[in-house]
């Protein structure tokens, strides 16, 4: 991974040590206030408190699950942590005034089977792992936004009404209830007020989490070294990212997709809401897992052979034949889910697709969607408002870390904005 320019170097070694202690004095402080660890803290004490943010551009940025401790002020750059199913990355970002420059980023693979259905179920490899990375790229702001994703998570767009605001949330989680698989003691449960229709009814997004899920990223991050300030979903980081990246006619909607290896995870976005979310459990893990097979390999081996074969063009014909085939029910899920929304949504139609994620990396995928959904399609480049500097980062690089680049981003976008 590039390191950072020596005067870079020096300029953050002179500004942490105060912006950290600063930040730490702050932590303490709101630490004694409550009373409680931080641990206790990120499960129940903000998991009541509603977001009361008005709705407005980048609204969706001041939604969180949790923002355990508190304020960034004083941080001179943001990082973004995702924890994905094949390998952990990390973005920092600087922000000057409105300008953001990109300082770090790293990418760590996990073996297979830390985490299963997006929960961790081996957290000594995701700690080493993140220690790894963060001493890798010499991590100095510990400071982090991150994000889940998967079936532990219920997101509800809802209209409540209630006479008051000190209702609304009684109302939101009383009715949300309803939608819950799991126990409510169970879950650490947000909103965000989307908008506020009439005297009475309020548009909101609900957002539960499973709180044994939650707290095993929380404790990993921490057990690593790391602060975990506040956490998102995978879904709100594409949302940031694009709402920063494209700017879109309200009257239209653009469904974001990521193909991770273990989920597709499409958001429709429109008129700065995310109107309609889906994730399905399938990913580039299937695809390794069928050339395991018909090769008789290694998950490893396999694994490889894919990357390999993906980026030099010299795929052997079986396995370019399961890409193929890989590549054409990944688009299909994304045309059915598009048609589900259009069928069950009276909200702006789709008008063009953007994919991210490690597996919008198969060679000519976003033709294959475009041909499938009949929308235009392209591949998200995450890097559009960000600066960097070209003795640092090439083009290519950028280019070939862009698809896994760009959740990791929209968490440090999140964080810079809150
Ligand atoms: N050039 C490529 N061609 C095909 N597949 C690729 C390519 N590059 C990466 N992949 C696949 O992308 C997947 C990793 O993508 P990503 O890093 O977005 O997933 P993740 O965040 O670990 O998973 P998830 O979000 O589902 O938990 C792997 O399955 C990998 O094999
Ligand atoms: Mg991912």
């Given at each position: 991974?590039?390191?950072?320019?020596?005067?870079?170097?020096?300029?953050?070694?002179?500004?942490?040590?105060l912006?950290?202690?600063?930040?730490?004095?702050?932590?303490q402080?709101?630490?004694k206030?409550?009373?409680?660890?931080?641990?206790?803290?990120?499960?129940?004490?903000?998991?009541?408190?509603?977001?009361?943010s008005?709705?407005?551009?980048?609204?969706?940025?001041?939604?969180?699950?949790?923002?355990?401790?508190?304020?960034?002020?004083?941080?001179?750059?943001?990082?973004?942590?995702?924890?994905?199913?094949s390998?952990?990355?990390?973005i920092?970002?600087?922000?000057?005034?409105?300008?953001?420059?990109?300082?770090h980023?790293?990418?760590?693979?996990?073996?297979?089977?830390?985490?299963?259905?997006?929960?961790?179920?081996?957290?000594?490899?995701?700690?080493?792992?993140?220690?790894?990375?963060?001493?890798?790229?010499?991590?100095?702001?510990?400071?982090?936004?991150?994000?889940?994703?998967g079936?532990?998570?219920?997101?509800?767009?809802?209209?409540?009404?209630?006479?008051?605001?000190?209702?609304?949330?009684?109302?939101v989680?009383?009715?949300?209830?309803?939608?819950?698989?799991?126990?409510?003691?169970?879950?650490?449960?947000?909103?965000?007020?989307?908008?506020?229709?009439?005297?009475?009814?309020?548009?909101?997004?609900?957002?539960?989490?499973?709180?044994?899920?939650?707290?095993?990223?929380?404790?990993?991050?921490?057990?690593?070294?790391?602060?975990?300030?506040?956490?998102?979903?995978?879904?709100?980081?594409?949302?940031?990212?694009?709402?920063?990246?494209?700017?879109?006619?309200?009257?239209?909607?653009?469904?974001?997709?990521?193909?991770?290896?273990?989920?597709?995870?499409?958001?429709?976005?429109?008129?700065?809401?995310?109107?309609?979310?889906?994730?399905?459990?399938i990913?580039?893990?299937?695809?390794?897992?069928?050339?395991?097979r018909?090769?008789?390999?290694?998950?490893?081996?396999?694994?490889?052979?894919?990357?390999?074969?993906?980026?030099?063009g010299?795929?052997?014909?079986?396995?370019?034949?399961?890409?193929?085939?890989?590549?054409?029910n990944?688009?299909?899920?994304?045309?059915?889910?598009?048609?589900?929304?259009?069928?069950?949504?009276?909200?702006?139609?789709?008008?063009?697709?953007?994919?991210?994620?490690?597996?919008?990396?198969?060679?000519?995928?976003?033709?294959?969607?475009?041909?499938?959904?009949?929308l235009?399609?392209?591949?998200?480049?995450?890097?559009?408002?960000?600066?960097?500097?070209?003795s640092?980062?090439?083009?290519?690089?950028?280019?070939?870390?862009?698809?896994?680049?760009?959740?990791?981003?929209?968490?440090?976008?999140?964080?810079?904005?809150?």
């Amino acid at each position: 991974m590039a390191n950072l320019p020596p005067k870079l170097q020096d300029f953050l070694k002179s500004q942490f040590p105060l912006v950290l202690s600063t930040l730490d004095k702050l932590n303490q402080l709101k630490t004694k206030k409550s009373n409680t660890t931080p641990e206790k803290e990120s499960t129940v004490v903000k998991a009541l408190a509603p977001t009361q943010s008005k709705a407005s551009f980048f609204n969706l940025i001041k939604f969180k699950i949790i923002d355990a401790l508190g304020s960034y002020s004083g941080s001179k750059t943001f990082v973004g942590i995702s924890i994905g199913t094949s390998s952990i990355k990390i973005i920092e970002l600087r922000k000057t005034g409105k300008i953001w420059h990109l300082v770090h980023f790293g990418v760590v693979n996990l073996p297979e089977d830390v985490i299963v259905n997006r929960e961790i179920v081996n957290p000594v490899a995701v700690i080493e792992n993140i220690k790894v990375l963060v001493n890798q790229i010499k991590l100095k702001n510990k400071d982090v936004c991150t994000s889940l994703s998967g079936t532990s998570l219920i997101i509800k767009r809802m209209t409540v009404s209630s006479a008051n605001k000190k209702e609304l949330q009684d109302q939101v989680f009383w009715e949300a209830e309803q939608y819950l698989p799991f126990d409510v003691s169970e879950v650490v449960m947000d909103f965000h007020i989307l908008s506020q229709l009439n005297d009475k009814e309020t548009d909101v997004i609900f957002v539960a989490v499973k709180k044994s899920v939650l707290d095993g990223y929380m404790k990993c991050l921490s057990d690593a070294g790391l602060k975990p300030k506040i956490v998102d979903l995978d879904f709100f980081a594409l949302q940031n990212l694009v709402e920063a990246n494209y700017p879109m006619d309200p009257s239209e909607a653009i469904a974001v997709v990521d193909i991770g290896a273990s989920s597709i995870k499409v958001v429709i976005t429109s008129g700065g809401i995310p109107v309609f979310t889906k994730d399905t459990g399938i990913g580039g893990k299937n695809l390794t897992s069928e050339i395991q097979r018909n090769l008789n390999l290694t998950f490893a081996d396999a694994e490889s052979l894919k990357i390999s074969g993906a980026s030099s063009g010299a795929l052997p014909q079986e396995v370019g034949d399961l890409m193929q085939n890989m590549a054409d029910n990944l688009a299909m899920e994304i045309k059915k889910t598009i048609d589900f929304y259009h069928a069950s949504s009276s909200g702006a139609p789709v008008t063009s697709v953007l994919l991210t994620g490690g597996c919008a990396g198969i060679p000519g995928f976003s033709k294959i969607v475009e041909d499938t959904v009949s929308l235009p399609s392209q591949l998200m480049n995450p890097f559009n408002v960000i600066s960097y500097d070209p003795s640092v980062f090439t083009p290519e690089y950028l280019n070939a870390i862009a698809p896994i680049a760009s959740i990791p981003i929209g968490l440090a976008l999140r964080a810079g904005a809150s």
